[in-house]
């Protein structure tokens, strides 16, 4: 039986302190990023040898809900999958396996672009909060893909443990676990999926690809020495009140750009008086179809408020506006993300 708890790129990344790292500021970023730049060199000479044929039963270290760690085995490629959450369905089409799709939930903000047509081709069980186990096993999936936190619980889905009682395998996304988290775990994941599916040269091309991106950002955080700049995940501004958010890979987001959320955990019923204390020097807006009726003129209301006009953000005009499921997923779109962020919070206004 073959057990793998970290890939190879993932071992060899592991003997520096990566700038990806939630830990890291951009002080530190230079002094690694040479060594990265070695070991990358190594790993992308690993990666194509390694582009080879699963050898099943495959075993994999994932987590669960509350970040234990739980060794799963594969005992075959998977030809019927459910997926639970948007990022790993849209990982499994970027792969060419969208043919092995037998469910998914319906996302809770509306897609845009050829992904939307994509997605609303496939089965769909309903809404996450609303779909029973009885349903999940009617579609007799030989593999189960989601986030480990908020989904693999018994008040959600059911536990990780209880699929595996059942023989149905699960992969939770690595980069949701709540664990130290990184960017790198996104290539990870990538790389995993790839070897459950028996796809490595399609995966890790496509993770050497997202790991070059990585890369390049954090050179040019490497750049950035100053203080972090405070950010602020803001949603549903309406009469002087709104939401924030936070995450762990949103926070480690932030994190590799030199940069830090305001709020330790999200909030409801934030007021201008709360806004004004945290004092941002960035505002992200994040748009979500739950706040659809006043999310049009959000943030004209916001940045035209008397009350706030001495928060940086605001006097600065460095609010941006972004959509829930590009820094709120867990997969590709956080990358892409990071990439807008960094040219907004290091950019003149």
């Known amino acids: 039986m073959k057990k793998k708890t970290l890939s190879v790129a993932a071992a060899a990344l592991a003997t ?11 002080s530190s970023v230079a002094s690694s990023a040479a060594a990265s730049s070695e070991v990358a060199s190594s790993v992308a000479e690993s990666t194509v040898s390694s582009a080879e044929e699963t050898a099943y039963p495959l075993t994999l270290q994932i987590y669960d809900a509350d970040g234990n760690a739980v060794d799963m085995t594969y005992d ?20 060419g396996l969208k043919d092995k799709i037998v469910g998914v939930f319906d996302n809770d903000n509306a897609l845009k672009g050829d992904i939307a047509d994509e997605i609303a081709s496939l089965n769909s069980l309903g809404d996450k909060k609303s779909v029973s186990k009885e349903t999940i096993l ?3 999936p030989d593999l189960i893909l989601g986030k480990g936190p908020l989904m693999f619980t018994e008040s959600s889905i059911g536990t990780v ?16 676990a709540s664990i130290d988290q990184s960017l790198d775990n996104i290539v990870e994941d990538v790389r995993n999926i790839g070897e459950i599916f028996n796809v490595q040269e399609t995966a890790n091309a496509y993770a050497d690809e997202l790991q070059e991106r990585i890369d390049a950002l954090m050179d040019k ?10 950010v602020l995940f803001m949603a549903g501004y309406a009469d002087g009140t709104f939401v924030a958010f936070n995450s762990k890979m949103s926070s480690c987001m932030l994190n590799a750009l030199n940069a830090e959320n305001v709020l ?33 003129d959000a943030v004209e209301q916001l940045t035209s408020n ?3 006009q001495e928060v940086p953000a605001i006097a ?9 499921d590009d820094v709120m997923d867990y997969g590709a779109r956080v990358i892409d993300s990071a990439e807008t962020l960094y040219n907004f919070m290091y950019s003149a206004s």
Do not use: W
């Open 16 to 26: 520096v302190m990566l700038a990806t790292g939630c830990g890291q500021t951009a």
């Open 306 to 308: 008397a009350v706030v």
């Open 221 to 230: 955080v490497s750049s950035q020495s100053g203080e972090p700049l405070k």
């Open 76 to 95: 075959h490629a998977p030809e019927k999958v459910l997926s639970t959450q948007l990022s790993m369905t849209e990982l499994l089409i970027k792969l």
């Open 161 to 176: 443990q209880s699929y595996q009682e059942l023989g149905i395998p699960v992969y939770t996304e690595l980069a949701s």
């Open 264 to 296: 330790d955990k999200g909030g409801n019923g934030l007021t201008l008086e709360n806004l004004v204390s945290m004092n941002p020097d960035i505002i992200v807006y994040v748009h979500a179809d739950r706040f659809g009726s006043t999310d049009a």
């Open 316 to 324: 600065n005009q460095k609010v941006i506006e972004m959509d829930y």
């Open 138 to 140: 009617a579609t007799e």
